[in-house]
């Protein structure tokens, strides 16, 4: 390398730090070799560089999506057992993973028993929207009535307010779980009001319709909540046993048929 290409080496590298430009910084003369080698123009250079610029960009950005949306755990559908939930319509569940239901602004409802399946399917929406560019946020519905409440006591409501307006997804997790106070209730329905026609909602709920108003305080408060949460919405049922129990009752059986073997 002569000292002219020396410095335009230093040069280069200097522009691309300051032009925040890591992987082209870092891949210009390996993807340089390989140009040259393929007889590669100049122009098809600077597109390979393009490419895996814009990839790695977009590949931060989705870890930073994942990581803003605070999952509890990482669950992808692939690891869902449609089995064990025969009665669950696949077809509807892999239509809403491509996200259209966001560009709608539709809601999704997933009913069923604990331990059913029902958190599972939410964060697997919630990442596969992370993955198509959408800002996501996931609470439990008692974290959230929290957070509220202690916001509204600093005085910083408006704040929080602002900042769940800026989602595309806020999935809310285990309604029905802990019935709420009077405020934490109304906190509540403000943001589902709020965020009505404006962003799409994934509730959780281990409680049939009927039984919402133990949760919610009042049959007026529930009835306004399910008419903004049910418009343009999509309802998922999850039936059976929970996957825990079930799992439980395995392990239980496996240890007794293997005390039995060793008493034999």
Request: proline share 2%; glycine share 6%.
């Amino acid at each position: 390398m002569t000292k002219t290409q020396t410095k335009s080496v230093v040069l280069l590298q200097h522009h691309l730090k300051n032009l925040r430009l890591p992987t082209i910084l870092s891949e210009c003369e390996k993807v340089a070799v390989r140009c040259a080698t393929d007889n590669v123009d100049h122009l098809g250079y600077l597109l390979q560089l393009s490419e895996l610029e814009l990839i790695e960009r977009e590949r931060r950005a989705a870890e930073r999506r994942l990581k803003a949306a605070k999952f509890p755990t990482h669950k992808t559908l692939d690891t869902f057992d449609f089995k064990v939930q025969p009665s669950l319509n696949k077809l509807l569940v892999n239509e809403l993973m491509r996200g259209e239901y966001i560009e709608k602004r539709e809601n999704i409802l997933l009913v069923g028993n604990s331990g059913t399946g029902k958190t599972h399917l939410a964060i697997s929406l919630g990442i596969a929207a992370c993955g198509q560019g959408k800002k996501v946020r996931f609470y439990q519905v008692t974290e959230l009535i929290t957070h509220l409440m202690e916001a509204r006591e600093d005085r910083d409501l408006l704040r929080l307010k602002r900042q769940l307006s800026k989602l595309d997804l806020l999935i809310l997790d285990e309604l029905g779980y802990v019935p709420a106070s009077k405020l934490g209730a109304e906190l509540l329905f403000d943001v589902i009001s709020t965020a009505y026609e404006r962003m799409s909602l994934i509730v959780t709920t281990n409680l049939p319709f009927e039984n919402w108003p133990e949760v919610l305080g009042s049959e007026r408060l529930t009835g306004a909540t399910l008419d903004r949460l049910t418009h343009r919405c999509h309802i998922l049922e999850t039936a059976g046993e929970s996957y825990r129990l079930q799992d439980a009752k395995r392990r239980r059986t496996k240890s007794s048929s293997g005390e039995s073997i060793k008493t034999k």
